[in-house]
């Protein structure tokens, strides 16, 4: 396959079919009262760059370690005037590898779903590991960093879509899962904190906010 997972499903069954960029929209009384509920209104950011996470917890393959994640929170914190807030939920024994993280204001597990895209919508950049919130921010035209392990990014994200899919140059690169098992792992483990925060700072020094239309 070398082509979008919509495209390709699509010519399973005979269809032919551009995969586009789906739209979210939430209302400004929505994203409003989320700010508020979690202590994010204007006054309380005072100008500051937000930047949503989203460290997980999910599969194990999919996850970065978390003492990248704080060396990532660091090195953002050191130029940048931020407030990160940390997305995610957490496993269902309550527990996750991604707790203890500083220098962020989590509501890892607190928000709803309606809640979650509209504290991602008012992100000025969200960087997260290949789930929800890297999907829900294209939709809205939220740049975003999305970090890809087995799976080809360019086949689940859309071509117009404002987020950088980023993985590792390994020598199976997107095996998509194949044998031999857990030599999966490669994918995250040489995925490093240099090669992410350059991006960062690469999409804060040159992000436009893409409008998105028909709302």
């Avoid at 399973?12 to 960029?21: C, N, R």
């Avoid at 994203?31 to 500051?48: C, M, Q, V």
């Avoid at 003492?67 to 090195?75: C, G, P, T, V, Y």
């Amino acid at each position: 396959m070398d082509c979008h997972l919509v495209e390709d499903l699509a010519a399973s069954l005979g269809l032919t079919v551009k995969a586009g960029l789906p739209k979210l929209c939430p209302s400004t009384d929505l994203i409003e009262k989320t700010r508020a509920d979690y202590g994010l209104h204007s006054e309380a950011t005072n100008g500051r760059l937000l930047i949503g996470i989203n460290p997980g917890p999910n599969w194990p393959v999919k996850e970065w370690e978390s003492a990248k994640w704080q060396d990532l929170i660091n090195r953002i914190h050191s130029e940048f005037h931020a407030v990160i807030i940390q997305f995610g939920i957490n496993r269902s024994d309550g527990s996750s590898d991604y707790k203890d993280l500083t220098g962020v204001k989590s509501v890892a597990g607190l928000l709803k779903g309606e809640e979650l895209v509209a504290r991602v919508v008012v992100c000025d950049l969200i960087v997260s590991i290949d789930s929800g919130p890297v999907h829900i921010a294209g939709a809205m035209g939220v740049p975003a960093i999305g970090l890809f392990r087995t799976l080809n990014p360019g086949f689940v994200l859309p071509r117009e879509s404002p987020v950088l899919g980023l993985f590792a140059d390994v020598p199976c690169l997107f095996c998509h899962n194949r044998t031999p098992v857990m030599h999966w792992i490669a994918c995250m483990k040489n995925l490093d904190v240099e090669t992410v925060f350059q991006n960062v700072k690469s999409m804060l020094a040159r992000s436009k906010r893409q409008q998105v239309t028909d709302c």
